[in-house]
């Protein structure tokens, strides 16, 4: 068993860096689903995840089953298409289309131990990859100034994400009854850019400017690595599951590094203003934080049918501070204070997520499976400097996947689909054009009229590998 057990642990270590995504879901607690089960019930697994896939789901059931081995799922092509409207005055739309694979996951288990109550698994996987960019330019006439034009340019991007690695450990307590512990390696990194340019031109001569804005807040930071602990507890029986879990928040995160650049530069020649703040500057004074969250599953099962339930609740996080950093812009070169101030705050809502899922058997080996969950905006709050906050621009987001799971040759084989969408309304606008003019400029205040839909289709593989060398082994 101890060669197995070698030849698994350089397996995953090789499959390690084998996960690359790009989703466009941010302010989101569910967005990716792993596994067979797990990606054709939707996340309707809390009760019995019945596979590798246990350590993050459900750590209590990672025993509670015989179909040792690994599984690993990668070919998931995934379209996704975010439309956003008036966030640069009434009528204006920005859209952001792209095809790309859904996050992937490894896992493995094994019994390397006599005695079969005790089983370990290995994970490894793409928690979060979230990936939003927004560009675009307009150009309107100022109402009152026929001979102004008035030009805005926005370029809003954001990227959240965090890989998983993990050992969870699991003991049955009896053949109905099990309990257990993963405890995950939490790889965090983010980027942000908000830059917003406005100016005011006339039109004879034209070009010439009149008055000018931009402001632009760039940062990035990485936890390297933080952890999370998870709980969880398992009972199984012939006609019901049940099962529990407790999320931990990120905590002792080893290594903390980040980075930032400000500009905030004006020039106003009709009332004489010319102004420049600029800096640029590493920090380690970082401070990100996870909420605690407590899920739930109930399985029931009839002859050839299942129904899964299953819920998770995350707690809000109250207001706190992500980066304070005031510093001298030119190092105090010029003999007198030039200080800039970059204060990022943030806070998020507390969620109910759920999942339904019904698994019919067709055959022997073939099943029928379909889910549907939701995936709730925690209306995460970045609030940057004056600059307007910025709130996640997908609203709550909902997913119907349906496929089939076959089983050959002690494997196990799914494939599937999942399509999502959501919408959401009432963010506030970057600028409201009606509102423009030489008195006004710049003008940040815009309505709260902005609306984002958002619609994914994913194709999905999964291969469960289960090895019967693993319980002759045990035997």
């Known amino acids: 068993m101890k060669n197995h057990l070698k030849k698994a642990v350089v397996l995953f270590f090789m499959c390690l860096s084998g996960f690359h995504a790009l989703t466009q ?7 990716n689903q792993y596994g067979s089960k797990g990606l054709l019930l939707n996340g309707a697994v809390i009760a019995s995840p019945d596979g590798e896939t246990s350590s993050y789901y459900n750590p209590g059931a990672i025993g509670m089953d015989d179909d040792l081995g690994f599984l690993f799922s990668f070919i998931t092509p995934t379209y996704f298409d975010l439309n956003t409207e008036n966030i640069l005055g009434d009528g204006n739309s920005i859209r952001d289309r792209s095809v790309s694979f859904a996050p992937g996951f490894f896992g493995l288990r094994l019994r390397p131990f ?9 994970s490894n996987f793409e928690r979060y990859d979230s990936n939003i960019r927004l560009e675009d330019r307009v150009v309107s006439k100022i109402t009152g100034s026929p001979d102004l034009i008035y030009r805005v340019d926005l370029d809003l991007y954001r990227k959240v994400s965090e890989d998983w690695r993990g050992i969870g450990l699991a003991y049955n307590l009896n053949e ?9 390696s939490v790889w965090h990194s983010q980027r942000f850019l908000l830059d917003i340019t406005s100016e005011i031109n006339s039109i004879n001569p034209l070009g010439s400017l009149r008055q000018f804005n931009r402001q632009e807040v760039n940062y990035k930071f990485n936890l390297n690595s933080a952890f999370v602990t998870k709980l969880g507890f398992s009972y199984k029986s012939e006609k019901v599951c049940f ?54 599953g109930l399985d029931y099962h009839t002859a050839g049918t299942s129904i899964s339930i299953s819920s998770e609740y995350f707690l809000g996080i109250n207001k706190y501070t992500i980066l304070d950093e005031n510093d001298d812009s030119f190092d105090g070169m010029t003999g007198m204070p030039n200080e800039t101030t ?10 109910l997520n759920f999942a339904v899922g019904i698994q019919r058997e067709i055959t022997e080996k073939t099943s029928l499976v379909f889910g549907f969950r939701s995936d709730l905006n925690q209306q995460s709050t970045l609030g940057i400097n004056e600059i307007p906050s910025y709130r996640g621009v997908v609203g709550d987001v909902y997913h119907f996947s349906g496929g089939s799971m076959i089983n050959f040759k002690n494997n196990e084989f799914s494939c599937g689909f999942d399509f999502g969408f959501g919408k959401r309304s009432g963010n506030k606008q970057i600028v409201d054009l009606a509102t423009v003019s030489p008195d006004t400029f710049p003008d940040l205040n815009g309505k709260q009229n902005v609306s984002s839909r958002f619609n994914s289709f994913m194709i999905f593989i999964t291969y469960d590998f289960i090895f019967k060398r693993f319980k002759k082994d045990e035997q």
Do not use: C
Not at 114 to 119: A, L, W
């Open 25 to 31: 879901v941010d302010s989101h607690y569910w967005t």
């Open 114 to 122: 006599k005695n079969k109550k005790i089983t370990i698994a290995i």
């Open 342 to 351: 970059l204060l990022v705050n943030n806070e998020n809502k507390s969620v």
């Open 176 to 184: 109905n009854i099990g309990i257990g512990l993963s405890q995950f």
């Open 243 to 296: 099962g529990m879990t407790y999320t931990s928040p990120l905590y002792g995160a080893i290594d903390k590094r980040g980075s930032y650049s400000i500009e905030d530069q004006v020039i106003d020649t009709v009332n004489d203003i010319s102004s420049s703040s600029s800096n640029r500057n590493n920090t380690t004074s970082i401070t990100y934080r996870s909420p605690h969250s407590f899920g739930m």
